[in-house]
């Protein structure tokens, strides 16, 4: 099992596509164990996006991402990081598939809706920067009846 961060950006948020993409990640089976809106500020972008702050997009990507609020996720699955990415889509959505996220619903590169961490020392990281340990649910599949697998 594997947990990973997922964000809806504030884009998402803003043209009311939460529940659908919400929906999407439930559909595919991933399960839904932390969940909060939160408005980043300034210092959570940077630490967020560390490995982006010398690119020539970053200013840009924190003026967007502290914009406004947006959607937390801890999504636990087997393979939950790739599965993820993959219903993400590329980056530029000019280069994702229709069927995943921003080959359905994104235009641009800046506004792609989705944020999905890319490995599990990332998603290690970033849970932490959005939730604190009790802020994520710990489900015993053998012993939590209201676990169904899907
Ligand atoms: P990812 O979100 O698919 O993991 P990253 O390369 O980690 O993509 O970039 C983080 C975010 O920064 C992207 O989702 C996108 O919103 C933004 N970004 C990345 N590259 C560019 C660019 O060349 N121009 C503008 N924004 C970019
Ligand atoms: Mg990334």
Known sequence: MQKTLVLLKPDAVQRGLVGELVSRLERKGLKLVGMKLVRMD??????????????????????????????????????AICMVRTLMGETNPANAAPGTVRGDYAVSIGLNLVHGSDSPESAQRELALFFKEDEILEYDRATDPWIIES
């Open 42 to 79: 300034d210092a959570l972008a940077r630490q967020h996006y560390a490995e982006h702050v010398d690119k020539p997009f970053f200013k840009g990507l924190a003026e967007f991402i502290t914009s406004g609020p947006l959607v937390a996720m801890a999504i636990e699955g087997e393979d």
